[in-house]
C-alpha cells in the first residue's frame, strides 16, 4: 500500500512533464520564430540602415571638406595679396644731413622758433614715419614748436620745420591750401564724425580716422592734420573750420559754433548731413535738368553742320554742272555751306570769344551778371526753374540756422554769401537793413517779382505765430517739390521742342537743296 502511494506522485510528475512537454517545444518554437523575425525585419535593416548612413555621412564629411577646400582656395586666390613692409635704407651722408638739420631745429626751437604768431602760418616739415619712410609735407600752425610738438605726439621723428611769406604765398595765399571740399565728401565726412563720436571716440581720434580715411587729396588730408593740430592746441572745433580758409562752408561754421553753445555737436552734424543731402539732390535735378537740353542742343547742332558741310556741296557740284539758277533760300544755304566748309576757324574763333566774354563779364562785372540773372528769370518756364530753386535752399538753410540757434543778423549775412544770384542776395541784404531798424522780415520779401505770394505769406505766417523755423521748412519742402515737378516737365517739354526744331532747320535744309532740282528737270524735259 505504501509502495503504491509513493509511485503514485512520479507517475503524475511524468505525466505533467508529457502535457508541458509540447507547450515548451511551442514556446521556443515561437520564440526563436519572434527572434529570426526581428533579426530579418528589424535588426537586419537596421545594420543596412546604420551601415548606409555611416557612408554617406563619410562621404558627406569628405565632400564638405572637399567643398571647403576649393572654396578656400578660391579665397586665397582672389584676395588682395598684403603688401610687403617695406624697408626704407638711406645712405650715411643723407642721414648726417639729416641730423645736422635736426641739429639746426632745436636750436631754432629754443629761440626764435618758440615763439607765436597771432595769425596762422604754412609751415614746411621734412620728418620721419614710424614706418622709416622721410617725407615731407605742409601744416598751418602758429609756431614752429607747435608744428614740432605735434609731429613727435603722432610718432614722427622730425628734421626741419620752415616758413617764410613765400610759402604762405604758395600754400595759403594763392589758395592751394584751403581748397574748397565737395559736397559729396562733405556729407561723407559729417556723417562718418557723427558715428565715430557716438560710438565713444573723441573729436580729435574721429578727425585722425577720417585724415586716414579720406585719403587722395592733399589738400583735404592737409587741413584735417590742421584740425587735428588745433584741437591739440585746445582750439574749439568751430574756430578750427574757421582757420582752413574756404574748406568749410560758412554755414557749417556757425551751426556748428552754436551747437557748441548749446552742447548739441552730435545733433548738430547729423542736422547737416541730411541737410547738404538734401541740397546736393536740388542741385542734381537742376544739373539733370540742363543736361539733357544740352545734349540734344549738341546733337541737333552736329547734325545740321554735318548736312551743311559734308551734303550740301554734292548738290551744289550737280548745280554748277547744269548752271542751274540758284536763289533765294537755297542760295543763303549754298553760302552758309561754303563759309563754314572754308572758314570754320573764323567761326569757331568767334563763337569761342563770345563764350569767353560772356562768361569773364559774368564773373567779374555785377551789374552784367544782375542784368543776365535778370533776363534768364524772365523766360517762361526757366524762371520758374529758377526761383524754385533759389527759394528751397533759401528757405532750407534760414530753417536750420533759426533751428540752432544762430542769431537773425549773421544768419542773413551767411544766407547772403550761399547764393550766388544777384537778386535774392540784394533781397537779403535789404532784409538785414529792416532788422537793423526794427523791421519785420517779411518787409522785405513785399511785392517783388522774385518772390511768390505762397512764400511771402507763409513768412508772414511763421513771423506772426512765432515759429518761423518749421514755417521755412514747410516753404523749403514745398518749392522743392514744385521745383522737383518742373524739372521733370521740363525734360518731357523739350524733347518734342527739339525735336520739332531738328526736324524744320533739317527740313528747309533739304528743300532749299531740292528745289532748284524741279528747275533743272522743266529744262531737261
Not at 529758377?386 to 537773425?408: D, G, P, Q, W
Not at 532748284?516 to 529744262?523: L, N
Request: contains cysteine.
Amino acid at each position: 500500500m505504501q509502495e503504491t502511494l509513493n509511485e503514485t506522485p512520479n507517475q503524475t510528475n511524468k505525466i505533467l512533464d508529457i502535457i508541458k512537454t509540447p507547450f515548451i517545444i511551442l514556446y521556443n518554437i515561437i520564440a526563436y520564430a519572434g527572434v529570426g523575425i526581428k533579426a530579418t525585419f528589424f535588426d537586419l535593416w537596421v545594420n543596412l540602415y546604420n551601415s548606409a548612413s555611416y557612408q554617406v555621412d563619410k562621404t558627406y564629411r569628405h565632400t564638405k571638406q572637399q567643398f571647403m577646400d576649393e572654396e578656400n582656395k578660391i579665397y586665397e586666390m582672389t584676395r588682395k595679396k598684403p603688401k610687403k613692409e617695406k624697408v626704407y635704407k638711406y645712405s650715411a651722408r643723407t642721414l648726417a644731413k639729416l641730423e645736422e638739420e635736426k641739429k639746426e631745429l632745436l636750436l631754432d626751437l629754443q629761440n626764435a622758433g618758440a615763439t607765436r604768431s597771432k595769425v596762422p602760418h604754412v609751415y614746411l616739415y621734412k620728418a620721419k614715419e614710424p614706418s622709416g619712410r622721410i617725407v615731407s609735407g605742409n601744416m598751418n600752425g602758429l609756431s614752429k614748436l607747435d608744428i614740432n610738438s605735434y609731429l613727435l605726439n603722432e610718432g614722427y621723428e622730425v628734421y626741419s620745420i620752415k616758413t617764410s611769406p613765400f610759402i604762405d604765398f604758395v600754400y595759403k595765399d594763392s589758395g592751394f591750401f584751403g581748397k574748397k571740399m565737395s559736397t559729396k565728401d562733405l556729407i561723407f565726412w559729417l556723417t562718418q564724425l557723427s558715428t565715430y563720436v557716438k560710438a565713444g571716440l573723441t573729436l580729435n581720434e574721429a578727425i585722425k580716422v577720417l585724415t586716414t580715411q579720406m585719403k587722395g587729396n592733399k589738400a583735404r588730408t592737409t587741413a584735417f592734420k590742421a584740425i587735428s593740430y588745433e584741437l591739440t592746441l585746445g582750439e574749439s572745433f568751430s574756430s578750427a573750420l574757421e582757420k582752413q580758409g574756404n574748406m568749410f562752408p560758412a554755414l557749417l561754421i556757425n551751426m556748428i559754433k552754436a551747437a557748441e553753445a548749446s552742447g548739441t555737436l552730435v545733433e548738430t552734424l547729423d542736422d547737416m548731413s541730411n541737410y547738404y543731402t538734401e541740397i546736393n539732390e536740388t542741385r542734381r535735378q537742376m544739373v539733370s535738368a540742363m543736361t539733357y537740353p544740352t545734349i540734344i542742343t549738341i546733337f541737333a547742332i552736329g547734325v545740321i553742320v554735318f548736312i551743311l558741310i559734308y551734303v550740301v556741296p554734292q548738290f551744289t557740284e550737280i548745280y554748277e554742272t547744269n548752271d542751274a539758277e540758284i536763289t533765294g533760300l537755297t542760295k543763303m544755304v549754298i553760302d552758309v555751306s561754303a563759309f563754314l566748309k572754308e572758314d570754320y576757324l573764323i567761326l569757331f574763333g568767334i563763337t569761342i570769344g563770345i563764350i569767353l566774354t560772356i562768361v569773364i563779364l559774368y564773373k567779374t562785372v555785377k551789374a552784367f551778371k544782375t542784368y543776365m540773372q535778370i533776363i534768364l528769370m524772365h523766360i517762361p518756364v526757366v524762371k520758374n526753374v529758377i526761383i524754385y530753386n533759389e527759394l528751397t535752399i533759401f528757405s532750407k538753410t534760414f530753417a536750420s540756422l533759426l533751428r540752432n540757434n544762430v542769431f537773425i543778423t549773421d544768419s542773413m549775412d551767411i544766407l547772403s554769401r550761399i547764393t550766388n544770384n544777384e537778386i535774392y542776395r540784394a533781397i537779403l541784404y535789404k532784409t538785414i537793413n529792416n532788422i537793423i531798424k526794427g523791421d519785420k522780415i517779411s518787409e522785405a520779401f513785399k511785392d517783388h517779382w522774385a518772390i511768390p505770394d505762397v512764400a511771402y505769406y507763409m513768412i508772414v505766417t511763421g513771423e506772426s505765430t512765432g515759429d518761423l523755423a518749421n514755417m521755412m521748412q514747410k516753404v523749403s519742402d514745398y518749392y522743392q517739390l514744385l521745383h522737383k515737378n518742373i524739372v521733370n516737365n521740363l525734360k518731357s517739354f523739350i524733347e518734342p521742342i527739339m525735336i520739332c526744331f531738328l526736324a524744320v532747320i533739317v527740313g528747309a535744309i533739304i528743300i532749299a537743296v531740292i528745289v532748284p532740282m524741279f528747275g533743272m528737270y522743266e529744262q531737261i524735259t
